[in-house]
C-alpha cells in the first residue's frame, strides 16, 4: 500500500510543500494564542508615562498583545 501511495516529487515541489505547510502551522499557532490584557495605572506621574512608553514600544510587535491605560480611580479588582 505505501509504494502506491508513494511518488516522485520535484525540488521545487517539497519547497512549496514545506512553505505551505509552515504557513499551515504558523496560522494554526495564532489561533491558540490567547489574547493578553496589561494594564498601566496612570497616576498623572512622569513615570508612569515613561513605563507606559517602555510596555508600548516593548510589545508593539505582538499582536495578541492589548495594553490600556487607566486613571487611579477607575481602578477596580477582578477575581479569578
Known sequence: MEKSLTRKISHSQWVMLDASYGLIYDIYQRRLQ?????????????????????????????????????QKAELRFVGC
Open 34 to 70: 490567547k489574547e493578553v490584557l496589561i494594564g498601566v495605572i496612570d497616576d498623572g506621574s512622569l513615570e508612569a508615562e515613561e513605563i507606559m512608553r517602555f510596555i508600548k514600544q516593548s510589545l508593539a510587535g505582538m499582536a495578541n498583545i492589548t495594553i490600556k491605560k487607566r
